[in-house]
Nanobody, 126 residues
Framework: QVQLVESGGGLVQAGGSLRLSCAAS????????MGWFRQAPGKEREFVAA????????YYADSVKGRFTISRDNAKNTVYLQMNSLKPEDTAVYLC???????????????????WGQGTQVTVSS
């Protein structure tokens, strides 16, 4: 079992930056691929970014490519999402997710992940 707790969300003006963190419980964090999804009111859960267990592979949604960076610190059991040049359309609840795998392929669909955090709200004002 893995428990995930996100932090770092908030209100920011367009063009600003935020860094989200996701702290994971458990001693096998390094064996998990990690991802970030987001969900806006009335919309489906949307893939944002993912990182493989040894951070060899990262993958981004086209909508955030070049603006967001996913990273992980296995010694701290934490995955990060650095978000720059934020836009109003980035407003959503951001959710951290995990799946135990040593594959270099990372998933982009919610059903490919087993564990989810509660989410952190990101609001970007225009």
């Amino acid at each position: 079992q893995v428990q995930l707790v996100e932090s770092g969300g908030g209100l920011v003006q367009a063009g600003g930056s935020l860094r989200l963190s996701c702290a994971a419980s458990g001693r096998t964090f390094s064996s998990y691929a990690m991802g970030w999804f987001r969900q806006a009111p009335g919309k489906e859960r949307e893939f944002v970014a993912a990182i493989s267990w040894r951070a060899i592979t990262t993958y981004y949604a086209d909508s955030v490519k070049g603006r967001f960076t996913i990273s992980r610190d296995n010694a701290k059991n934490t995955v990060y999402l650095q978000m720059n040049s934020l836009k109003p359309e980035d407003t959503a609840v951001y959710l951290c997710t995990a799946v135990r795998t040593t594959s270099l392929r990372v998933g982009v669909r919610p059903e490919e992940y087993d564990y989810w955090g509660q989410g952190t709200q990101v609001t970007v004002s225009s």
